[in-house]
């Protein structure tokens, strides 16, 4: 217990020691990026890891608070409302999309969310009187929480670190919540939960809220870290990438999106400046996790260094009868 | 008050008429046994009381209410439980958290999302109790997959058991165990309270008879013989469908 307080604390003093070790503006950003990212695979962890529910159409869920935020300050509104307003919004969204999609599970269930999702992405791109179609809504300023000026890339790391903190932190609280038990009964043994008394569907809806929280903000930050939203952000292609980061990192675990997130933006970004063909990076690092983890990055690693350690001390028991023997 | 009357119920898949007008009345405090061969409608009558399937026309009745077409969770509530034929567990979880969710089940605390689980001390305890009542406890932290088919099945009906049953539905508890873990279910079984109502379908004969007050031989989903032991055993009828000549 005393253990993981002291991991907890080391974690969070590196991720806020980053900016200093990293001073370079461009890496501070990717690490900006990173973080907002983890907080969308946190929110899309909800359902594919714990509700057992794979979603391919969160990116539309993640573009409905980024275009609400930009269109509210396009048209004039301030920081603080267009940011509750795009929550609720974005929620608003999420209860619509819930609704229809939790009416299947399984391959059903992801056809429909892909579905929608595209809905969403038609929607940014052709409601050109909204959306601004393909030239995308720009974004003129930062919020400055508490007077604090977020244009600087550290101050926005720093005030990204502070919410990916409290994602966390309310995932970890919901998985180990009554709830959270509940939500990975349904997904291992809904027939059984039924007839425990669970109310399956309403306890899936609840997770898809969450989930859609989770993702709102992620595209909150996002569109004030990019200072624009386009169409792009809605596609396909960004609702399979998270995906990749839930279940590269781990899914149904806590900090698998988180290094997953990290795995995909870098590979991106930095990558991607020094191989050309960085896409095809991706895909042989996946390739290669799902033939030696497949479980995900971060329980593979647990269970590798478990079964290390396990030989290691199998090696020393052996040892000592041998050393015992002798007279 | 009758704790389980069925009366009427039918039910087809297509064009197999699985359950024909069956009626099954079961006092307070009754044990009740259902025999019959593979495929006389046995499952699906449970799946009917419990309300996994709806019926085609008939009725359920809980102690007086009509529950024919209340939701499988809301039954739960109203105090029915059953276990599967098939062990239908949480594969990847403790024995302890197997247990504690059949206890959330039925708690207002399964909708919180802020508390820890591991914390709520009430239902720990509780969880621990239902366990210690099938001889679990001491393995309670152990994870499903690492346990012995014997031990799923007292799982089964330590989960069961744990939801405070007054109608308890066992679908074949003894399916699958050697001669001792037999025994040990049915010391069980024997030892469950008379204000808990049980309704229990099982092929083997031998174990089960002699917990049975009284026995329905269901045959191509017709009730055939219903009646106590003596009765249905000496029943020509009982024989020639289902103990053979």
């Given at each position: 217990m005393i253990d993981r307080r002291i991991a907890i604390a080391v974690a969070i003093l590196a991720l806020l020691a980053v900016p200093y070790a990293i001073t370079e503006v461009y890496y501070v950003n990717i690490a900006s990026q990173i973080l907002l990212y983890a907080i969308f695979a946190l929110g899309l962890n909800v359902l594919v890891?714990?509700?057992g529910l794979v979603s391919l159409g969160h990116a539309g869920l993640f573009g409905v608070a980024s275009y609400a935020v930009a269109s509210l300050l396009a048209a004039g509104h301030g920081h603080a409302i267009a940011i509750l307003a795009a929550l609720a919004i974005g929620l608003v969204a999420t209860a619509g999309f819930a609704a229809l999609s939790l009416r299947a599970t399984g391959i059903s269930f992801i056809m429909i969310t892909l579905a929608l999702g595209e809905i969403l992405w038609g929607l940014a791109y052709?409601?050109?009187?909204?959306?601004?179609?393909?030239n995308g809504v720009n974004v003129a300023t930062r919020p400055m929480p508490?007077?604090?000026?977020?244009?600087?890339a550290r101050s926005f790391y720093d005030a990204t670190l502070i919410v990916f903190l409290v994602a966390v932190a309310a995932t970890a609280i919901f998985v180990r919540s009554p709830f959270g038990a509940a939500l990975c009964g349904t997904r291992d043994q809904p027939r059984r939960m039924n007839a425990l008394g669970y109310h399956v569907w309403m306890i899936r809806f609840g997770a898809f809220m969450f989930s859609g929280l989770l993702t709102s903000i992620a595209g909150i930050l996002f569109v004030y870290y990019n200072q624009f939203i386009s169409p792009q952000a809605l596609q396909l292609n960004a609702s399979a990438e998270a995906l990749l980061m839930v279940i590269s990192g781990g899914?149904?675990?806590?900090?698998g999106p988180v290094v997953g997130a990290g795995l995909v933006v870098i590979m991106k970004n930095v990558v991607s400046a020094y191989i050309e063909r960085w896409n095809f990076m991706l895909g042989a690092i996946f390739v290669a996790i799902v033939v030696f983890m497949p479980e995900g990055l971060v329980p593979g690693a647990v269970r590798l260094s478990r079964s290390a350690w396990r030989a290691m001390s199998r090696a020393k028991t052996a040892v000592a009868p041998v050393a015992e023997r002798k007279p | 008050m009758t704790a389980l009357a069925v009366a009427s119920l039918n039910k087809s898949f297509g064009g197999l008429r699985?359950?024909?007008?069956v009626n099954l009345k079961v006092e307070p405090g009754e044990r009740r046994l259902i025999i019959g061969p593979n495929g006389a409608g046995k499952t699906t009558l449970f799946n009917l009381i419990t309300g996994e399937l709806v019926p085609d026309s008939g009725s359920v009745v809980l102690f007086d209410r009509d529950?024919?077409?209340?939701a499988s969770r809301k039954r739960a509530h109203l105090g029915m439980a059953r276990t599967y034929q098939i062990i239908t567990l949480?594969?990847?979880?403790t024995i302890l958290r197997n247990a504690t969710l059949a206890l959330l089940g039925?708690?207002?605390?399964?909708?919180?999302?802020?508390?820890?689980?591991?914390?709520q001390q009430h239902l720990m305890a509780q969880a621990h109790a239902a366990l210690k009542r099938v001889g679990l406890d001491h393995i309670a932290?152990?994870?499903?997959?690492?346990?012995s088919y014997g031990e799923k099945r007292r799982v089964e009906i330590a989960m069961a058991l744990a939801q405070n049953p007054k109608v308890l539905l066992l679908d074949e508890?003894?399916?699958?165990?050697?001669i001792d873990e037999r025994r040990d279910v049915r010391e069980l079984l024997v030892a469950i309270p008379r204000d808990v109502t049980i309704v229990m379908i099982e092929h083997d004969m031998d174990t089960a008879l002699d917990l049975a007050d009284r026995i329905t031989l269901l045959h191509f989903g017709e009730v055939i013989v219903e009646g106590t032991r003596a009765e249905v055993v000496a029943d020509p009828r009982t024989r020639e469908v289902y103990l053979g000549e």
């Open positions: 890891g714990y509700a052709r409601w050109i009187s909204v959306t601004n179609g393909d508490f007077g604090i000026a977020l244009t600087a899914a149904g675990t806590l900090l | 699985v359950n024909t007008n529950i024919t077409r209340l949480f594969a990847h979880d039925l708690s207002p605390l399964r909708w919180s999302p802020l508390v820890a689980l591991e914390r932290g152990r994870p499903l997959a690492e346990t508890p003894f399916a699958g165990l050697s």
